[in-house]
């Protein structure tokens, strides 16, 4: 099941550069989708969502930009900080489900 | 700042064995989720529950699987005869709307599960 993909295992960012995270589905009929941050040793921490009819969103040092026809969704965090450091998962919600299908994940790592 | 509990932090079984894992979710909220990550791969849904009844599940929620919300605040996860392949991390997490639009699941911070 590879509906939702995250094809760079790790990334690596400099202090107050910026971090883009990337993510493709294939299911064009997921509708809603979101990104979750995650340190060891805890459960994944919601960051920030998108609906399939906006194309951006934007919470702070964070936006997600959604292109529907590629079936590519990105993170963007700016500045980037060492507390960033973590794995961010993509996921993806089918219309009318409960569930949420995760991407594999990218390591962050920003240096100071 | 509410949060999801889950008990215990790590479990280590013998294959064959019944366990039982444990989660409190956020007070007011009404849908209830597990999922699981093994080691190396992506975390995976295994199912929903709501109002008391499962919503949905994954091919992975065998008939070894079960679920239950024994009382008004734990919901927990049981797998009847653990398998080599059942050691995972697993989440729980919970939500105040079930369609899962314009809301996130909020989840806790796992179980890990080792069976022997």
Redo the contacts between chains.
Sequence with gaps: DQQVKQNSPSLSVQEGRISILNCDYTNSMF??F?W?KKYP??????LI?I?SIKDKNEDGRFTVFLNKSAKHLSLHIVPSQPGDSAVY?C?A?PP??????????TRLKVLA | EPE?T?TPSHQVTQMGQEVILRCVPISNHL?F?W?RQILG?????LV?F?NNEI??K?EIFDDQFSVERPDGSNFTLKIRSTKLEDSAMY?C?SSDL?????N???????TRLTVL
């Design positions: 509708d809603y979101l979750y040793a805890e459960g994944p921490t919601f969502s609906s998962f996921a919600s009318g489900t409960y569930k949420y299908i995760f991407g594999t994940g | 999801v889950q849908y989720y999922y791969q992506k975390v995976e849904f929903s709501y919503s949905e994954s989440f997490a079930g369609l899962a639009l314009s996130e699941q909020f989840f806790g911070p796992g």
